[in-house]
């Protein structure tokens, strides 16, 4: 309740953002770090605060300048940066530098982002993590070659989204849903049989306690 009214008081009183930006109160400065009508030398001065959570809004404000996410994204806290990655604003180029980051949700999150280049795509396709790899098969911005790959990936839920991006071709949908049909079939017979031969061995076993008796 009390951040709805602060975000009232800043919609009306867009001259006091400098002086709510400039207050030691966090809460405050994160509802102005926030604001798409916070200037942006406000912003600029909010992105060098002390407080990640006040960082970390600034990141995220849809109206932050290149400029700024190009710092904000190369920022110490992984938070920071994750939410730098997110914004549609940032730059490709900055986001290619930053692809190979330490974090994977900061990776996931340039991996799911639409300025991405293709290239990079591809890099983050082979990433380790597979949450990574399936931000990159849920892009539409994802090459069909890239996508082959990501469909026929030995985590499912990569492979689901690989398939599920209207950027696959159909000839490797068919392919996979022909390979998964053969699978289980092959699946299937081998049970039936591991199940005959355990049949077969108890009968066996069943006639020789007989053959004792007699």
Not at 101 to 125: F, K, N, Q
Not at 162 to 172: C, D, F, I, K, Y
Request: proline fraction near 5%; aromatic fraction near 4%; include cysteine.
């Amino acid at each position: 309740m009390k951040t709805d009214i602060f975000n009232q008081r800043i919609s009306l009183d867009s001259d006091k953002l400098l002086e709510y930006a400039t207050t030691g109160n966090i809460d405050l400065q994160i509802i102005v770090a926030s604001s798409e009508k916070t200037p942006d030398y406000i912003l600029e001065m909010l992105s060098k605060n002390e407080a990640p959570e006040v960082r970390c809004s600034v990141a995220g404000n849809v109206a932050c300048p290149k400029i700024i996410l190009k710092t904000l994204i190369r920022d110490d806290e992984p938070e920071v940066r994750r939410a730098a990655a997110e914004n549609l604003n940032t730059d490709y180029e900055d986001l290619a530098e930053c692809s190979e980051d330490s974090d994977y949700l900061v990776r996931r999150a340039i991996a799911g982002h639409p300025s991405t280049s293709t290239d990079i795509l591809v890099l983050l396709s082979r990433d380790k993590n597979p949450d990574v790899r399936q931000a990159v098969a849920e892009n539409e911005s994802t090459l069909p070659g890239t996508l082959t790959a990501l469909a026929k990936d030995s985590d499912p839920m990569v492979s689901k989204a690989a398939l599920n991006n209207p950027n696959t071709p159909e000839s490797v949908i068919e392919e996979i849903i022909l390979l998964r049909q053969q699978q289980e079939e092959t699946v299937t017979v081998k049970n039936k049989t591991s199940f005959g031969i355990k049949n077969l061995f108890g009968l066996f076993r069943k006639k020789g306690n007989e053959d004792e008796t007699d």
